[in-house]
Structure formats: structure tokens, C-alpha cells
């Protein structure tokens, strides 16, 4: 990993969510992956959220609460929309994008598979426990390389 660059993890929204209106979506979002974040996270870290409802958005675009799952034929018809917006986010030049979807999400990413693959993803895999322990330990490791960064300068 880099220091002196930014990371960028891409998380699949809550099903656990605060009953709030007009809200920056990291606050909206109150599951297990979103508490880590929200106890650790790192400043140099942008985080993007596969929404049921809206898409693909950023964690401080601002939404309201609900309640839709994303279904195999949703991610489908999302699919196209993702892979426009996850051209122009990744022209930011990511030190690394930590993927962190289960298979549903998954194929909402079906039309960006090739773009993909030209840029460092680590992507998270197994249960939902697996993949909180594994983004645990990315955010740890991209805190300590932060800290570690600030050390030298």
C-alpha cells in the first residue's frame, strides 16, 4: 500500500438502518461493515456504497431511509449505471480499492468486470464474517500506513 495516496472501498448497503431523512448515507447505514468504518476510519479513505435503492453512491451523498433488497434482476439493471460511475471515480489514481460486496452485489458489477481488472482490487470473499474480519484488517492497515506516513514528515 502507498502512503501518500488515497484508498477507496466499495460496500454493499445495510440492511440495519437508522430511520433517518436526508442524511449523509455513512449515518443512514448501521450495519456490522458500517460500524467498523464508523470507529476507525482512516481520513485518507473514500468509500463508495452500492445502494438497492440508489445505485451507486458516495458515503456522504445525502439520503433518506428504506427498505428494498437487492435482488438478482436489481443488480442487473443497475449494472450499466455502476460501471459509468466507477469509470469517472476511479480516474482518482487509488493506491488500492478494497471490494467488499456479497454475490448479489457482485453481479451488479458484471459490466465493469474488464475495467476491473486493470487496477489493484483486493476484493473480499466468504461469509459475512469472513469479510468484516478482512475489512477490519484493511482498515487497520491503512491507518497504520497513514500514522506511518505522518511519522516521517
Known amino acids: 500500500m502507498d502512503n501518500n495516496k488515497k484508498y ?3 460496500l454493499p448497503c445495510s440492511k440495519t438502518k437508522k430511520p433517518l431523512l436526508e442524511a449523509p448515507a455513512i449515518e443512514v447505514y448501521d450495519g456490522p ?3 467498523v468504518i464508523k470507529k476507525n476510519r482512516p ?3 473514500d468509500i463508495e456504497i452500492l445502494s ?3 445505485g451507486l453512491i458516495n458515503s ?3 439520503i433518506s431511509y428504506y427498505d428494498q433488497i437487492m435482488t438478482i434482476e436489481r443488480a442487473e439493471e443497475l449494472s450499466s449505471s455502476i460501471k459509468i460511475k466507477l469509470e469517472k471515480i476511479l480516474t482518482e489514481n487509488y493506491a488500492e480499492v478494497f471490494i467488499n460486496l456479497g454475490k448479489t452485489y457482485i ?3 458484471e459490466k ?3 475495467m476491473l481488472d486493470e487496477y489493484d482490487i483486493r476484493w473480499g470473499h466468504g461469509q459475512i464474517g469472513e469479510r468484516l474480519h478482512q475489512l477490519k484488517n484493511w482498515v487497520n492497515v491503512v491507518n497504520v500506513i497513514k ?3 505522518k511519522a516521517i514528515l
Open 8 to 10: 477507496l472501498l466499495l
Open 33 to 35: 461493515f458500517y460500524r
Open 43 to 45: 481520513k485518507n479513505l
Open 52 to 54: 438497492a435503492k440508489y
Open 60 to 62: 456522504k451523498d445525502i
Open 107 to 109: 453481479l451488479a458489477l
Open 112 to 114: 465493469s468486470k474488464d
Open 147 to 149: 500514522k506511518e506516513n
